[in-house]
């Protein structure tokens, strides 16, 4: 065919796909987190079907406070404190993804919530990277081959943040790409963690930090200014620093340097709207962001929670902003620019994967 293919669902689903800010342990099928509850004997489920669950983590992740959304995870993080269970969600987080058109993958997620059942920190790590690689194999063999990269989440109200980091560089070559802290953010600034950031600093290794999400300007200076990060885990509040002065943006001290510094903003429509971070979708400051040309990334936080995947989220951006096939690739070109993989890596997915699959679907 000749001229672009028609902007709807199933075409998104055929574009090439790269997200940096996907949970773990927010990303579960209803079944799966029903089946493993019945082998662990967790029986604290709100529902006992899947569609039922389904319903159930949508509309309390609607609450609009991201202290409420967080909640949400106690009966996910409580079905993967087993061997079979960290290998089962990991593999099926690959094929999932795998299925939705995404290429390249970083899924976080933090070890020291998984240790209920006796595993190290090391095993918890090593059974997620191991699932992570089964699903690799089986999206390849079923024609839709995807990379996966495992973050090092630490929880910004705990004190096991430098324990986290260690653990992240130890495992930075089998298939750990980076830390990150994350968890309510009032009340527990990231520079209270200066001695994990530090650490990977020192190691040379990467790291992103969840801020600006609910709470405002402060959290993201602190992330960027004190504690160096690489990349901002949402980083919507990033509009406090910006004002419309007779139809033209101002940018303070913070944005501009965030965007001089191409700081990666790791965006989630959905999710963004769902905690309160932003008042509606039309409101998210994506589309100002992406024309002031920071570098904003498409992303999908927590896919069971959200209802979501990165085709829908893109879908979203398009109905609501009126994106086309171009901004859809110049979005995911960003976000590969910003992974925590080597540069000949990213730029071989870019070169490879993602100009040429966009172009065929601009035809």
């Not at 609450?63 to 404190?81: C, D, I, K, N, P």
């Not at 260690?166 to 953010?185: T, Y």
Request: aromatic share 6%; proline share 5%; net charge negative.
């Amino acid at each position: 065919m000749t001229g672009p293919m028609p902007l709807d669902l199933a075409s998104i689903r055929r574009a090439p796909k790269a997200v940096l800010h996907d949970h773990l342990d927010g990303g579960l099928r209803p079944a799966t987190v029903l089946e493993l509850a019945a082998q662990c004997g967790y029986a604290e489920l709100p529902a006992n079907d899947a569609p039922g669950l389904a319903q159930w983590f949508r509309d309390a992740a609607d609450s609009g406070s991201l202290e409420r959304y967080l909640e949400t995870f106690a009966h996910t993080v409580a079905v993967m404190q087993t061997p079979e269970g960290l290998r089962r969600v990991a593999r099926e987080c690959a094929v999932d993804l795998a299925a939705d058109g995404v290429v390249y993958a970083e899924v976080r997620f933090a070890p020291e919530q998984h240790l209920e059942r006796d595993l190290s920190l090391d095993e918890v790590v090593e059974h997620t990277v191991a699932g992570f690689r089964e699903g690799e194999q089986i999206a390849a063999e079923a024609g839709s081959p995807i990379r996966m990269v495992c973050l090092l989440t630490a929880m910004r109200h705990a004190a096991r943040s430098r324990e986290i980091a260690e653990l992240a560089v130890r495992f930075r070559d089998r298939g750990v790409g980076g830390f990150d802290i994350a968890g309510a953010e009032a009340g527990h600034p990231p520079s209270r963690h200066l001695d994990a950031f530090e650490y990977m600093r020192a190691n040379c290794a990467q790291f992103t930090i969840h801020a600006g999400e609910a709470f405002g300007l402060p959290s993201i200076h602190e992330a960027v200014a004190f504690c160096g990060c690489d990349r901002l885990g949402h980083g919507v509040r990033i509009t406090d620093d910006i004002t419309d002065t007779d139809g033209s943006s101002v940018l303070g001290q913070v944005a501009s340097y965030v965007r001089d510094k191409r700081i990666p903003l790791e965006l989630c429509p959905s999710s963004n709207v769902q905690t309160g971070a932003v008042p509606t979708l039309d409101k998210h400051p994506f589309d100002l962001l992406a024309r002031l040309r920071f570098r904003v990334t498409v992303n999908t936080d927590n896919r069971l929670m959200s209802d979501t995947d990165m085709s829908r989220e893109m879908l979203k951006l398009v109905q609501t902003f009126g994106y086309g096939w171009s901004d859809l690739e110049r979005f995911t070109i960003n976000a590969m620019k910003s992974a925590f993989i080597p540069f000949p890596d990213r730029l071989r997915i870019i070169d490879e994967i993602i100009k040429p699959g966009y172009a065929v679907l601009i035809g």
